[in-house]
């Protein structure tokens, strides 16, 4: 305890991207600024993905536009593809994050590609970057991978099918891989399990969580990634999204209530608890429905100005 922890703000991408309601850039961009207001440090602001699968996030290049320059803040745009990282790169992003996939299942219906060909597709990426012209700068680049802990199309992913990816991953030099949980179907001894192999499988990359709260595991599979030493975490603001190629895979772990549990515990986020409720609710009201995060509904403690007794 006392440690920082870093919480990767998803909200204005992995939040709205599975929402029904589809909002206007100026709209997204102000959740961002809201988001950092409240102290978000990295946030995933967009998705260069095809309006025609996510319309939700259509307009990423608006939404960047939007977006003043602000020191000590790191905007993240989503690529799943060589293409996407184009647009992203006539974007002020400050990071890339590309998203493969652990299963051929799930690649395939998400990026049209299997494990292979996305591997292909990254090593592209990242053979550009190293071939880049000197004195051309290159936002930083991770990598999540999704459905660590299991896939709608090809079930259950076992350990080492996982430390596989995340060692080939490591050997080509990426600096920070996500594992995500993008069903929502981990525990948390499984989270202890993957993590520990993850970090073995590549010992000089920084690991990061993406957890979902489908089943409410996913405050619980958080807990347990700190525990095994994971010092980065994805969090939705509200608890909302979910990915709209995951039947079932609703809501993301809500920044809010990780916020509360940390803080609590003594962990240093950096992050405004009563203003991310703010903006839960805020965003609550522009997509048309209650965020679902248990703050937003029953607000941080103790309370500003209440007597108790004993």
């Keep these: 305890m006392g440690r920082p922890i870093t919480i990767v703000e998803v909200g204005p991408r992995d939040g709205l991207q599975n929402e029904a309601a589809v909002l206007d850039p100026a ?34 290049e608006e939404v960047m536009a939007a977006l003043p320059p602000g020191p000590g803040r790191s905007r993240i745009g989503l690529v799943l593809n060589a293409r996407g990282y184009d647009r992203a790169l006539t974007t002020a992003v400050d990071e890339v994050n590309v998203s493969i996939a652990a299963t051929d299942g799930f690649g395939l219906k998400n990026q049209g590609l299997d494990q292979a060909g996305q591997m292909a597709m990254l090593e592209e990426i990242l053979a550009r970057r190293h071939n ?85 595991t996913g405050v619980a599979n958080a807990f347990a990634g700190i525990e095994a030493g994971v010092g980065v975490l994805d969090a939705s603001v509200g608890g909302i999204g979910g990915c709209p190629f995951a039947p079932g895979a609703t809501g993301n772990v809500a920044t809010e209530d990780l916020v509360y549990m940390l803080e609590r515990a003594g962990f240093s986020t950096g992050y405004d608890l009563d203003a991310l409720i703010g903006t839960a609710r805020w965003i609550g009201e522009k997509i048309g429905r209650p965020a679902p995060s248990a703050l937003s509904r029953a607000g941080g403690w103790p309370r500003e100005g209440a007597r108790f007794s004993v």
């Design 27 to 60: 709209t997204r961009a102000g959740l961002t600024q809201r988001l950092e207001a409240a102290g978000a440090r990295r946030i995933e602001a967009v998705s260069f993905v095809h309006p025609k699968y996510v319309p939700q996030m259509a307009g990423a």
């Design 132 to 216: 880049a012209a000197p004195g051309e700068a290159a936002p930083s680049l991770s990598v999540t991978i999704s459905c660590v802990w299991g896939c709608p199309f090809d079930g259950e992913v076992g350990v080492d099918q996982v430390a596989d990816l995340v060692g080939r991953l490591g050997a080509l030099g990426v600096a920070e891989i996500a594992l995500a949980d993008t069903l929502g179907v981990g525990d948390p001894w499984s989270v202890r399990t993957k993590v520990e192999a993850a970090r073995r499988a590549a010992p000089d990359a920084t690991l990061r969580l993406h957890f979902h709260d489908t089943r409410n």
